[in-house]
């Protein structure tokens, strides 16, 4: 029997309750926390009513260790799929290890006062989750998460040596609004407004943000202008794969999109930095979420497609190789299936396997810190076919990179 507790109730939470209630056999009671529990009411009915699995709710606050704690141990759960903020990564670690179950999350610890995307913080908790026989398995959604699989992937079956890596991301979608972020708005902005950073010969370097971009063809959907954007997952990539000479990660963006930016930027309202309001504190970026169409609530009439993958270049048998993996996910069928679009869908879908694989696969628990490429990634790429998202690879093809 294994009890699990699911902490957020935005896109991606609704996405791993209705993935977990389609699995009840391996996750046989399952609760859903949020700070709202009407949240988590909302999406009990609809995992009723289209899987008939019933699910427990419960609201909590995420940022108090002690709330966190009590819910924990009123529960009893085997592990915590943390699916909420990233700043509420520590305070959900610290519950876990004081209530002895295990961790896994979709998205590295960030403070909230500063836009700053690094492990150093939850890699300090190694010690502490081995000497307690408890795992914590970091950033396992599709990026980071499943890019990171791939990559690991490619290395045991294709590659002696990987030496240039490029991740491409691609949301082809329409969901028919002026401007709206597909995951939490504060995380998005706060992600694509930094400078850009890529890994090269041993060292980061650092861009202005969007300043590198071109288009890239992505498979069924065509060519689309992608942007060098610093994401996490290149921070443990090249930590565990040291041959690699250059890392980056693309994203596409349109150009409505980056206007709508651009201004929103220029005017302020993309800060952090609190601002006095009628004799109120309040942060411009946490009011522009409040009034920006919630990612949960695009599904519904989302078409198109995304498509993610992982294009390497690097040597087998001393001859140069390359390769491409990816995933395309269709927004109108995760709709479908989870009422979800499928930027949230390709989140949650693999923080369920990694849940999954660390409760019924020995090779996937054990004690400790860990990225999901220190795995080994066949049994995750075999279950990445059977729940919804297939993956496709080509060996040896161009590919539209300089090296």
């Known amino acids: ?169 691609c949301n082809a979608g329409d969901h028919g609004k002026a401007f709206a972020t597909n995951f939490n708005p504060e995380i998005n902005i706060r992600e694509i407004t930094q400078p850009g950073r890529y890994w090269e010969n041993g060292e980061w370097k650092e861009i202005e943000a969007l300043s590198i971009h071109k288009p890239i063809d992505y498979p069924n959907i065509g060519e689309k202008e992608s942007y060098v954007l610093y994401h996490e997952e290149l921070e443990s990539l090249v930590k565990n794969f040291p041959t690699l000479k250059r890392a980056r990660f693309w994203m596409t963006f349109g150009q409505a999109y980056i206007t709508h930016l651009q201004v929103l930027e220029n005017i302020g309202m993309t800060s952090i930095a609190p601002i006095n309001f009628q004799g109120q504190q309040i942060v411009p970026l946490e009011f522009l979420k409040a009034v920006l169409p919630p990612p949960e609530s695009l599904g519904e009439n989302y078409t198109g497609q995304t498509s993610i993958g992982c294009q390497i270049k690097g040597i087998k048998d001393g001859k140069d190789r390359t390769y491409y993996i990816w995933n395309n996910s269709d927004h109108a069928l995760a709709y479908k299936e989870v009422r979800s679009q499928a930027v949230s869908y390709t989140t949650g879908v693999p923080a369920m396997i990694g849940a999954m694989l660390m409760l019924t696969n020995e090779d996937w628990m054990k004690p400790g810190v860990y990225n999901c490429e220190e795995l080994n990634p066949d049994p995750f790429m075999e279950k990445l076919n059977i729940h919804g998202l297939p993956w496709n690879e080509k060996v040896d093809i161009e590919l539209p990179h300089t090296y």
């Open 1 to 169: 029997m294994s009890k699990v507790i699911i902490i957020g109730a935005g896109g991606v939470g609704t996405v791993v309750a209705h993935k977990c209630a389609m699995n009840n056999s391996v996750f046989t009671d399952i609760m859903l926390a949020s700070r709202t529990k009407s949240k988590c009411d909302k999406i009990a009915t609809d995992i009723k009513e289209m899987h008939d699995v019933e699910i427990s709710t419960a609201g909590v606050d995420a940022d108090n260790v002690p709330d966190l704690v009590a819910l924990i141990k009123s529960f009893g759960p085997k592990m915590v799929i943390n699916v909420a903020l990233p700043y509420q990564d520590l305070t959900i670690m610290d519950a876990c290890l004081e209530t002895g179950v295990h961790y896994i999350d979709t998205a590295n610890y960030e403070p909230k006062d500063v836009a700053k995307f690094e492990y150093s913080w939850q890699w300090a908790y190694q010690e502490r989750f081995k000497e307690a026989g408890l795992m914590a398995l970091l950033g396992c959604g599709f990026d980071p998460g499943v890019t990171q699989v791939f990559t690991a992937y490619a290395n045991k079956h294709y590659f002696d040596e990987m030496h240039y890596l490029d991740i491409i991301d």
